[in-house]
């Protein structure tokens, strides 16, 4: 439920079915270097800091130089 700490996104991802929805499709998934860029970002219950310190410092520096949004 959303709103609570029962979200478990690793051992129900169904990877290889989310692979495949994507393959053929441009413009569906960003990759890190869109992360310094993109004007507006959306976080889903996670904490960059923790699980991705290298996404944590690009969010930073877009924020910092080009007023990036984001909404967690």
Do not use: C, K
């Amino acid at each position: 439920m959303l709103g609570t700490n029962n979200i478990d996104h690793h051992r129900t991802a169904d990877y290889t079915a989310f692979a495949r929805a994507l393959s053929g499709h441009t413009d569906r998934a960003a990759g890190l270097r869109a992360s310094m860029t993109a004007p507006a970002i959306l976080l889903l219950g996670n904490d960059p800091t923790e699980q991705h310190p290298a996404l944590a410092w690009n969010l930073r520096t877009n924020v910092r130089h080009n007023n990036a949004r984001i909404t967690w």
